[in-house]
């Protein structure tokens, strides 16, 4: 099921026409109380490798909803890999707003320090302590029209996150 099932036709229309503005105009000016800010993706993500000094490089994330009236189900929106810079900027399509809710952001750490440890396997276990980060998180209506950074600071034997700007 999607999610958009979950939102007034207002809302998927508002959501929508966001969408389309990034489209036809990439980098346009976003409405009047962003800041002035161009359109992106309302949810991001950047992770850093805190063991080797460096962007997660490789890294698989998803970002899922939870379903309405269920803890325990989510619908997937977006998935991707972290680039070279160890962030995904295209998450979602660009939109100066997204529907409230609670958001689930999964990052496949499992994937990534096993990757690692082809290349440092002095560093890095042979079965991750941590096969996953999940960070759950909340939009509220009165936050929707802000911008939400999730950055994740990662090691073989650890992680933090917090709200980003």
């Not at 346009?28 to 309302?42: D, N, V």
């Amino acid at each position: 099921s999607s999610s958009s099932s979950s939102s007034s036709p207002a809302e998927r229309a508002h959501v929508r026409t966001g969408q389309l503005a990034g489209h036809l105009m990439p980098g346009a000016a976003a409405p009047a109380g962003s800041h002035g800010s161009p359109l992106r993706s309302p949810i991001t993500t950047h992770v850093l490798d805190t063991a080797l000094g460096m962007p997660a490089a490789g890294l698989p994330i998803s970002l899922l909803r939870m379903m309405d009236g269920s803890a325990a189900v989510h619908d997937c929106l977006a998935s991707g890999v972290t680039d070279a810079d160890g962030r995904i900027a295209n998450l979602l399509p660009a939109s100066s707003w997204v529907a409230p809710g609670n958001y689930r952001m999964r990052f496949d750490t499992g994937t990534y320090l096993n990757a690692c440890r082809q290349k440092h396997p002095d560093v890095f276990r042979p079965v991750p302590f941590y096969p996953e980060a999940v960070v759950d998180f909340t939009i509220t209506p009165d936050t929707s029209t802000q911008h939400f950074h999730i950055p994740l600071l990662l090691n073989p034997y650890g992680y933090s996150t917090y709200r980003g700007s």
